[in-house]
């Protein structure tokens, strides 16, 4: 309403009117095909390129933060694994250089097998002489003295075994 018109003078819609508004329009393919095109196009427009490259940069991030646990997870069971041979050589006795060379099992029984066979006690080797270094008097001396005298006859010599 404008100051020059009043209330009154305001024509009131009639209803042929308000039902011309109303009724259903009909549209041909062609018109619909254009209001699907432009209704796409300013959806297109609603999504901001800075909105898209924040989450493709966050997307970014998280993907090289899953790397990065995934990369420490793996330290972490190795550290695990490393701790567990050390521990196991350490209850069996097994010296530094073949806990590094020959434990190399992934679990704790066969850790602990390796362990067994490589810290097990070596048998102690039995003397295959057993009076080797003792001295023993076998029969008499005179096949001693027969043996100085044929010794110091092939040497030359009088006093060898005097």
């Known amino acids: 309403m404008t100051e020059e ?32 095109t432009r209704a796409l196009r300013n959806a297109e427009k ?6 898209y490259d924040e989450v493709r940069a966050q997307a ?17 069971s190795h550290v695990q694994l490393e701790s567990l041979r050390t521990s196991v050589a350490a209850r ?20 602990t097998l390796q362990a067994e066979r490589l810290g097990a006690p070596a048998v102690p080797m039995r003397n295959v002489a057993p009076r080797e270094g003792t001295y023993r008097q076998t029969g008499d001396n005179r096949s001693d003295r027969e043996m100085s005298s044929f010794v110091n006859e092939l040497m030359g010599n009088d006093t060898f075994w005097d």
């Open 92 to 111: 069996f006795g097994v010296s530094d250089e073949d806990r590094a060379l020959l434990m190399t099992g992934a679990d704790e029984a066969t850790l």
């Open 5 to 36: 018109t009043s209330a009154d003078e305001v024509e009131a819609p009639t209803p042929a009117t308000v039902a011309a508004q109303i009724a259903p329009r009909r549209l041909t393919q062609e018109q619909i095909d254009r209001e699907v």
């Open 60 to 76: 970014e991030r998280a993907t090289e933060l899953e790397q990065k646990i995934a990369d420490l997870q793996g330290e972490i």
């Open 46 to 51: 609603d999504i901001k390129p800075a909105d």
